[in-house]
T-cell receptor, first 116, second 114 residues
Framework: AQTVTQSQPEMSVQEAETVTLSCTYD???????LFWYKQPPSRQMILVIR??????QNATENRFSVNFQKAAKSFSLKISDSQLGDAAMYFC?????????????FGKGTKLTVNP | NAGVMQNPRHLVRRRGQEARLRCSPM?????VYWYRQLPEEGLKFMVY????????ESGMPKERFSAEFPKEGPSILRIQQVVRGDSAAYFC????????????FGPGTRLTVT
């Protein structure tokens, strides 16, 4: 079974600085999708960024980028120019691509604090 | 275009009562997923449904929990004879065609069992 591990329960960053959140996963599949979700205090799950495993290029969305290392099964999230609104729980998630395996497998999350 | 709707947002039940959680997917979405989030935990998959079909219920507890997604109306997650351990946030997500990689989440229902 696939597993997702986030080894940093909490992280903090100064406003305008850069922070990297770690995620590793375990799978025997060669094709899959990886995601980072943000959960602010409102508890709404918000998709931050996605990465298709077959793409070598790292995904980027404005201030958010990933470092996808397929061989190492690592998928870290970098937040540049951190803003107070970035404070939230961040969850790494995996989804297989084989038929029927539509479910998302989540890590336990990293709580990000942004200090003014 | 309205997002995924869940109601109620908060639900309080006494031990032994039934809890019914509703999820209306985004317009045009025919796939619904239910996840449970215990305190200080990530989301755990429970069940994946299409209209009138349960596709994957590998995450559902064997007893007391059931889910449906009828041809008309919202998806329902039902928990019978609730216990304190059922207290959690329950999230619904929806997507379009099978294979679509993006699931859109609702705001969740926080169930408290007293």
């Amino acid at each position: 079974a696939q597993t997702v591990t986030q080894s940093q329960p909490e992280m903090s960053v100064q406003e305008a600085e850069t922070v990297t959140l770690s995620c590793t996963y375990d799978t025997s599949e060669s094709d899959y999708y990886l995601f980072w979700y943000k959960q602010p205090p409102s508890r709404q799950m918000i998709l931050v960024i996605r990465q298709e495993a077959y793409k070598q290029q790292n995904a980027t969305e404005n201030r958010f980028s990933v470092n996808f290392q397929k061989a190492a099964k690592s998928f870290s999230l970098k937040i540049s120019d951190s803003q107070l609104g970035d404070a939230a729980m961040y969850f790494c998630a995996y989804r297989g691509s084989q038929g029927g395996s539509e479910k998302l497998v989540f890590g336990k999350g990293t709580k990000l604090t942004v200090n003014p | 275009n309205a997002g995924v709707m869940q109601n109620p947002r908060h639900l309080v039940r006494r031990r032994g009562q039934e809890a019914r959680l509703r999820c209306s997917p985004m317009k045009g979405h025919s796939h619904v997923y239910w996840y449970r989030q215990l305190p200080e935990e990530g989301l755990k998959f429970m069940v994946y449904l299409q209209k009138e079909n349960i596709i994957d219920e590998s995450g559902m507890p064997k007893e007391r929990f059931s889910a449906e997604f009828p041809k008309e109306g919202p998806s329902i997650l039902r928990i019978q004879q609730v216990v304190r351990g059922d207290s959690a946030a329950y999230f619904c997500a929806s997507s379009t065609l099978q294979g679509s990689y993006e699931q859109y989440f609702g705001p969740g229902t926080r169930l408290t069992v007293t």
